[in-house]
């Protein structure tokens, strides 16, 4: 059963904020970049065809013009 959205929202921001300082090189807190995410909504939850969380590294600023992997930001 789709676990909801809350739930669905604080898995994945707590996934995606686990995962970042492994490819950026830098805690969340302490970056200039944030995170964002894709997850499954309940219908392709249901369906069983979906349950995965996609991470995006992002900025506020100005455009990410190249990888953010090791860059410490």
């Keep these: ?3 909801g959205d809350a739930a669905m929202k604080a898995f994945s ?3 995606c904020a686990e995962e970042f300082p492994g490819y950026v090189g ?3 807190r302490d ?11 309940a219908r392709s939850w249901s369906e069983g065809s ?3 969380v996609t991470c995006f590294v992002t ?4 455009p990410l013009t190249g990888s953010v992997a090791g860059s410490k930001l």
């Design 1 to 3: 059963q789709f676990p």
């Design 13 to 15: 921001d707590g996934a």
């Design 26 to 28: 830098v805690d969340l």
């Design 31 to 41: 970056s200039a970049l944030w995170t964002t995410f894709l997850a499954p909504s």
């Design 50 to 52: 979906d349950r995965t």
């Design 59 to 62: 900025t506020t600023g100005e």
